[in-house]
T-cell receptor
């Protein structure tokens, strides 16, 4: 158990809809990362937050947004969903701003029909 | 885009044999990490090697890093069936804005047969 909690574990929705994925980092970790894993794209870095502030941005679509709250949990919002958004979405946390070891949650599997 | 490319894409060996996976990357890095992923599960950190290190050991794992060739290798000795998983290298690059980006490679699927 990594200590990182992600909900929901599975989510099935229709094209055009909006979903929110939630992540609770390990106790004490200030940095949260979001990754998308799909068969054709592999593991793609989406965004990093540190202590509530966005610190690094990767291949995150404009339809997607994220935030980190004062209690350090984070949410990833995916809107206007397309079939190609079907993937595993991982949250990871680390103690510091500059990586080191990442602790991954078990992921949220999103299926868009 | 993927920073790291693992080779081979898939590897099948017998229990007790050694498994070697290679990773090549494109840009300068602060450190390189290896992760393991069991099917459909979260990734688990295995080992981190800094850019000024050449070799590191952890249990049955041995990692090498050659920054001049922009490549790394992961050796698992005396493999076990429980080592069956996908293995990813990840390169850590510090960004000018103060954040950092850990970019994962394409992964090697290792199957260890009894």
């Amino acid at each position: 158990d990594s200590g990182v909690t992600q909900t929901p574990k599975h989510l099935i929705t229709a094209t055009g809809q909006r979903v929110t994925l939630r992540c609770s980092p390990r106790s004490g970790d200030l940095s949260v990362y979001w990754y998308q894993q799909s068969l054709d794209q592999g593991l793609q870095f989406l965004i990093q937050y540190y202590n509530g502030e966005e610190r690094a941005k990767g291949n995150i679509l404009e339809r997607f947004s994220a935030q980190q709250f004062p209690d350090l949990h984070s949410e990833l919002n995916l809107s206007s969903l397309e079939l190609g958004d079907s993937a595993l979405y991982f949250c990871a946390s680390s103690a510091s701003l500059n990586t080191g070891e990442l602790f991954f949650g078990e992921g949220s599997r999103l299926t868009v029909l | 885009s993927q920073q790291g490319e693992e080779d081979p894409q898939a590897l099948s060996i017998q229990e007790g044999e050694n498994a070697t996976m290679n990773c090549s990357y494109k840009t300068s890095i602060n450190n390189l990490q290896w992760y393991r992923q069991n099917s459909g599960r979260g990734l688990v950190h295995l080992i981190l090697i800094r850019s000024n290190e050449r070799e590191k050991h952890s249990g049955r794992l041995r990692v090498t890093l050659d920054t001049s060739k922009k490549s790394s290798s992961l050796l698992i000795t005396a493999s076990r069936a429980a080592d069956t998983a996908s293995y990813f290298c990840a390169t850590d690059r510090r960004l000018t804005g103060g954040g950092n980006k850990l970019t994962f490679g394409t992964g090697t699927q290792l199957k260890v047969e009894l």
